[in-house]
């Protein structure tokens, strides 16, 4: 209830900023609601925001567990979908229903390895993560370029993209999303990160692993004292993050665009920070979460044509707001607790 609160607060003062800009909040938010949900198509493009933030958010979340900020997933992302783009393009003659699952397979595995080499660092080196982590994602989207441009370059466009994967890896034909929301890049992705969440959610709360991840972050000290190596848990929960960010390739490659473009994401990594901080980190409310803010992305899209003065940017700003507004509720915590020892 208090999250709900927040979140209603940050968009009530966000959509009041605008009137400094000479504009109506209620059109501003009415623009935002026809944008996001005014037709079949509208949704879809909403639900095709909604997929790569889940799985970021879930990425995010599981690292905080572990008592690590995973800054990371735009890298891990970019490492997947590139891998996926790579595997179809460089081994066009393998069948369906082995091809997705092949480059599928690949993608999250090269994006766990590159999770896993920051919870190494993190776990025998002492570096801290969120420096690894944002050295990472240049690493990446520097590999990831130079891949596409040498290796798999599209001769069918001037655009700086990866040729197309071969037809088999791509699952579109039996889509069932894709088929309800013709026209858009929703796709069945989708339901396997809807899937993934309530998995992980099980695993976090059901599971003496999930204990174990989260006592290790939680105290590693008192972790260690009870026999849980909390550096395996640093290792393995960045492995799971880039491996979980890596489900990016799905809904990217393999159910929509079909290759790789350079400057694809618009940062769902760092979208998806927010994701997991206004659920809580609980895998089930990231689902409401990443909606809301496929929804905010997509609204604000139409702001640059209905407005004078407002653009899509000020989507990062109603972003910014919100999370205030959410976190705000640990400042009302800290003054209950204030109050009651007084």
Known sequence: MKRIFGFLLGLTLALLLTLFAGENPINIFMVLL????????????????????LFCGLSVAIAFHAGLFNIGAEGQLTMAVVTAAAIGVLF??????????????????????????????????GSH???????????????????????????????????????????????LIARFFPDTPANASLGVALVTAVLLWVFLWKTSWGYELRAAGTNPDAAHRAGISEKRWQIMAMAMAGALAGGVALSEVLGSAGQYRIGFSPDYGFIGIAVALMANNN?????????????????????????????????RILQALIILGVTAQGYWAWIKHKRKKQ
């Not at 092949?102 to 766990?112: M, R, W």
């Not at 040498?150 to 001037?158: F, K, L, M, W």
């Open 129 to 175: 993560e969120v420096i690894i982590t944002i050295m990472m994602n240049f690493i990446a989207a520097g590999l990831a370029s130079w891949f596409t441009l040498h290796i798999i370059p599209s001769s069918d466009s001037q655009n700086p993209e990866s040729a197309m994967v071969a037809p088999q890896y791509m699952f579109k034909d039996y889509d």
């Open 34 to 53: 026809r944008s996001a949900f005014g037709s079949t198509y509208d949704l879809g493009i909403t639900l095709s925001y909604t997929t790569p933030l």
């Open 92 to 125: 066009p003659n393998v069948p369906f229903p082995l091809a997705p699952l092949f480059a599928f397979f690949a993608a999250i595995l090269v994006s766990g390895f590159w999770g896993w080499i920051v919870g190494m660092l993190r776990a025998y080196r």
């Open 283 to 315: 895998p089930l409310g990231i689902i409401i979460s990443a909606f809301l803010m496929g929804a905010l992305h997509k609204g604000a899209t139409d702001l640059d044509l209905e407005t004078t003065t407002i653009t899509r940017d000020f989507s």
